[in-house]
């Protein structure tokens, strides 16, 4: 049998977030559901293609069709956001990272450009996150193609959040950025680039945290579907995304109940 990644613990969290959403769980098929989920996150780990899902999950074209339901929808977004309370965050870093897109993931319907760029490694996607700084659990990420500029993605990354310390680096110094963040009552903690006139002053302890949003992207890319993009569209690829960062968040709340 098929190795499964989700513990009993981590699909009891997942398990409670589907409840809430209750066109999709009826009662007696938990173990479908969870089959279902258990199928998607093993391509997720692994970045096989569809067609070679192992068939103790279901047919493949089967569990395509559902995971593209559950993207449109906005089921895997849901279990994702909301995951960490906005009034939890008293420090928030920024970043963004390039993920390789397959040869297979060009060509969308209607040759919608669905967020894969051209940067220096090829075929490319951007995701910009939003960790907080204490637990480094994920808050929101957003995808951009991979040439974009980190800075063009920070009001998407911040989203609502005021009055708390930004953490970010030189990609993020800009006179828009430093002028919304003051806006909303934030204390900044980004280096000033080299050609600033007037260099900011830096507080370095609290930019020691930042190392913080770098752990979470290695997590991230253990799962070879993230690291490695397969998907055409940008719904489908958000859809693995979404249920990576959940699922992150899920084991980094396990981590800091055992250090508590």
């Known amino acids: 049998m098929t190795r499964r990644m989700l513990g009993d613990a981590e699909w009891a969290a997942l398990k409670q977030r589907l409840q809430s959403t209750g066109r999709i769980w009826k009662q007696g098929q938990e173990e479908r559901n969870r089959c279902f989920v258990e199928a998607v996150y093993y391509l997720l780990r692994t970045g096989l293609p569809w067609a070679d899902l192992p068939p103790e999950f279901g047919k493949s074209d089967a569990v395509r069709k559902r995971f593209r339901r ?3 929808a906005g089921i895997w977004q849901w279990l994702f956001e909301g995951t960490v309370p906005v009034e939890q965050i008293e420090k928030l870093m920024l970043d963004g990272t390039i993920c390789k897109a397959h040869r297979s993931a060009t060509g969308a ?11 220096r490694g090829g075929q490319t996607t951007k995701i910009g996150a939003a960790v907080c700084g204490q637990t480094q659990k994920i ?3 957003v995808l951009a193609p991979g040439q974009r500029n980190d800075c063009v993605l920070a009001e998407a990354m911040l989203g ?3 009055g708390v310390t930004v953490i970010a680096d030189k990609a993020f110094d800009t006179d828009p950025i430093r002028s ?8 900044t903690v980004i280096p000033s680039k080299k050609n600033r ?3 900011k002053k830096l507080n370095k302890a609290a930019y020691r945290w930042r190392h913080g949003i770098e752990n979470v ?3 991230m890319k253990d799962l070879v579907r993230i690291t490695l993009r397969r998907d055409k569209t940008s719904v489908s690829y958000l859809g693995f995304l979404y249920l990576a960062c959940a699922v992150l968040n899920i084991r980094r709340d396990a981590v800091l109940a055992k250090g508590a």
């Open 197 to 199: 006139r007037h260099p």
């Open 180 to 187: 919304d963040l003051a806006a909303r009552g934030c204390t």
């Open 109 to 119: 319907p209607g040759g919608a450009e669905e967020d894969i760029g051209r940067s």
């Open 70 to 72: 559950w993207c449109k």
């Open 217 to 219: 992207f290695c997590r």
């Open 139 to 141: 808050v929101r990420v």
């Open 160 to 162: 609502p959040v005021e």
